[in-house]
């Protein structure tokens, strides 16, 4: 299938009738014409013609008019005026002195450069906006998917605070019903005694009645009198109606209830890498350190120790720490996401890569693993070696720090998915580059960079893995040993690397020259750099990540 844009298969037409296929070109004009369109146009006899076929047109320079001379042609070039000018102009004398040249050397260095731009343009460059087009459209079509999900969120939320509200109303109706019961009891109760008593004062009456009627001496004079009883009325009832009092409803709390809604985000954000052409790489904003690193953000994350940091976007960090759970955070704090490692045991360190996706390493068992919409795949599983650490890279490969299981050997590892592109061990002379390689990065420019445990030494390694340096430290401000741990680097190609116990952060520059210290950090581990430059520190026994401004 032919290319949209170099296809041969349209047929070029004449420019003087439109109509009919081109033939022959005039070099003198610069017009393409027909058969029929030449004899028109060699009438003009108002300048002389030079009429070639068309296929000879690529191979025949099309010099420009003079302005000065509009019957010469310019076939040379000054290079002073950086100008095309003619014979005529070369001989007045306007360009006594100036370098002159023949204008098929610039025109052919011109026409090399257009070449490679179209080249570039078709074959690199607009494919790739078609591809960021075609990202935006599917983004769209998945809008209705994603917002439709929220909806039913929103509805399952509702649906769930009215079972709630339901359950309220039906256990306050429940209660009603049995208050009513044990009122009605109460009353029935009260009302048997009163009709007891009522029973037993109708047949005193009716005693009292026979005794007077009978006249009977002996009747009368045994008679006892009870009204003195009866005087004291029986016991009326007093019950309390219950009464439902009902709080004020409070919205605010009522939307808290229901649960927040993030605000929609809409950045204009750089594309991951800007597309660089054969002869020069683009350069980011050259960006100063700061005299006075500032805390921008503190997130608690509710563990005892935290041990590694990664950033998803400018927004959110995943952490990892004394227990099997990884968790994402916002940035206010908020807890987002809460993932299990699929083993359960601690994940030694975690990252993110290219996709957004999080990857765990789990030196227990000997696997990296990836986690793509809270699914946990096992990736790599290792035989006779521990991983410990691991990065993503802009190519898209992992870099992972691992040790021998009898703890004698260290390396570094590139993956590409599941497999193993090249293995960083010793130096030319076979000896060993690492002793206890732990957390690991990759710079702008393609080096690797380990913290090393085991001799307390940041190791520098290029593309293809031959040593660079080693960074043992800044005397200025140790107090105790360089003891190097969390590593990260910045668009600057800065090296920033985590000092434990001296509770700093050193930054380095791509070569190794210590540059400055960020302070008032407390037991640091983990690091990690947002796209804007931001730096996230994991604090290892408060269990905080803070945000730090330096550049």
């Known amino acids: 299938m032919l290319h949209p844009r170099r296809s041969a298969q349209h047929v070029l037409l004449c420019d003087a009738c439109e109509t009919a296929p081109l033939q022959s070109h005039c070099e003198r004009c610069n017009i393409n014409l027909c058969t029929n369109c030449v004899g028109k146009h060699l009438l003009d006899s108002s300048r002389k ?40 102009c070369v001989s007045s004398g306007k360009h006594k002195g100036h370098d002159i040249s023949d204008i098929q050397k610039k025109l052919s260095a011109k026409t090399q450069s257009l070449r490679k731009d179209l080249e570039e343009l078709e074959i690199k460059i607009f494919p790739r906006y078609e591809e960021i087009v075609s990202d935006v459209q599917t983004e769209k079509a998945e809008l209705e998917t994603k917002y439709g999900k929220l909806t039913k969120a929103a509805d399952q939320q509702g649906e769930a605070l009215h079972r709630e509200i339901t359950t309220i109303v039906n256990q306050r109706k429940s209660d009603i019903a049995e208050m009513k019961i044990k009122h009605l009891a109460a009353l029935d109760k009260n009302t048997d005694e009163i009709t007891h008593s009522i029973t037993e004062l109708k047949q005193i009456i009716l005693n009292l009645k026979a005794i007077l009627e009978s006249n009977d001496v002996s009747l009368i004079s045994t008679y006892n009198s009870r009204n003195d009883e009866f005087r004291r009325l029986p016991p009326k009832v007093q019950v309390t109606l219950p009464s439902l009092s009902p709080q004020k409803i409070n ?17 204009t954000e750089e594309q991951g890498y800007t597309m660089k052409s054969a002869e020069t790489a683009s350069s980011p904003p050259v960006k100063s350190l700061l005299d006075e690193p500032r805390v921008t953000a503190t997130i608690d994350t509710g563990n005892n120790r935290l041990f590694s940091v990664s950033c998803l976007g400018e927004e959110k960090v995943w952490t990892c720490g004394d227990n099997e759970i990884m968790k994402l955070f916002r940035l206010r704090g908020k807890l987002l996401t809460s993932i299990k ?19 765990y390493t789990d030196y227990r068992n000997n696997t990296i693993n990836l986690v793509d919409k809270k699914k946990i795949q096992t990736v790599i599983t290792l035989e ?45 002379q076979d000896r060993p580059l690492y002793s206890l390689a732990r957390y690991i990065s990759e710079n702008r420019n393609l080096d690797i960079c380990v913290a090393d445990w085991g001799v307390n030494a940041v190791v520098v390694v290029n593309q293809s893995g031959k040593l660079r340096f080693r960074y043992t430290g800044h005397n200025s401000n140790s107090k105790q040993s360089f003891d190097p741990y969390g590593i990260t680097t910045d668009s600057q190609s800065h090296i920033l690397t985590a000092d434990r116990y001296n509770n700093c952060i ?5 070569d190794g020259q210590f540059l400055r210290y960020i302070q008032n950090v407390f037991i640091p581990c983990g690091l990690c750099v947002d796209i804007r430059d931001n730096l996230f520190v994991a604090e290892c026994y408060v269990a905080k990540v803070k945000k730090i401004q330096y550049l």
């Open 49 to 88: 013609h030079r009429v070639i076929p068309f296929i000879e047109k690529s191979s025949t320079p099309n010099y420009p008019k003079c302005p000065s001379h509009p019957d010469k042609q310019c076939e040379l070039h000054c290079e002073k005026c950086d100008l095309p000018v003619c014979s005529t």
């Open 251 to 267: 919205t605010k709390q009522l939307r808290e209830m229901f649960g927040s809604l993030s605000s929609l985000s809409i950045n």
């Open 341 to 359: 490692t699929k083993s359960g045991n601690w994940p030694h360190a975690i990252a993110v890569t290219r996709e957004g996706n999080l990857v």
């Open 384 to 428: 006779g070696w521990e991983p410990r650490n691991v990065c993503s890279t802009a190519s898209g490969d992992l870099l992972v720090t691992m040790i021998s299981e009898d703890r004698e050997q260290s390396k570094v590892v590139r993956y590409s998915g599941s497999t193993e592109k090249q293995t960083i061990q010793f130096d030319d």
């Open 506 to 510: 050193h930054i380095l520059d791509q």
